[in-house]
């Protein structure tokens, strides 16, 4: 009986799957294989790109002034914590930093603006 290649790891063999049929089309070798592919596509694994992506949408999201539990929920995310820490972890700071950060920015430059405060360029001076 042949092994598929993904249950064999150095000169040992794993224990096989028992839907593997011995011809290397097994589930294992195939998921194996995408992973592959995908990461060197990506230059990164399918997870960290997964999540790079929703850190990148929840950023929007927040900077609208969403809740950090919405945004968790809106970008996909099941786990709030995970969310949580993945953000801090890519952008270097809590996504309630970041939400209070660049809201206040926001709204201060909306302000400034309005009253006539806006630097000369953004008025059309200049």
Known sequence: MSICVAHVTSSTVSTPNPRCTGDGKCGAHVAGTLRAKVSNRLRRTPYTYLMTRRIERG?????????????????????????????????GETPTQYRARTTATAMCSLLCEQVGDAPAASRGHG
């Open 59 to 91: 950023k929007a999201f927040l900077r609208h002034g969403m809740s950090v539990t919405d945004t968790c929920a809106a970008v996909g995310c099941t786990s709030l914590g995970s969310f949580s820490s993945r953000f801090t972890e890519i952008v």
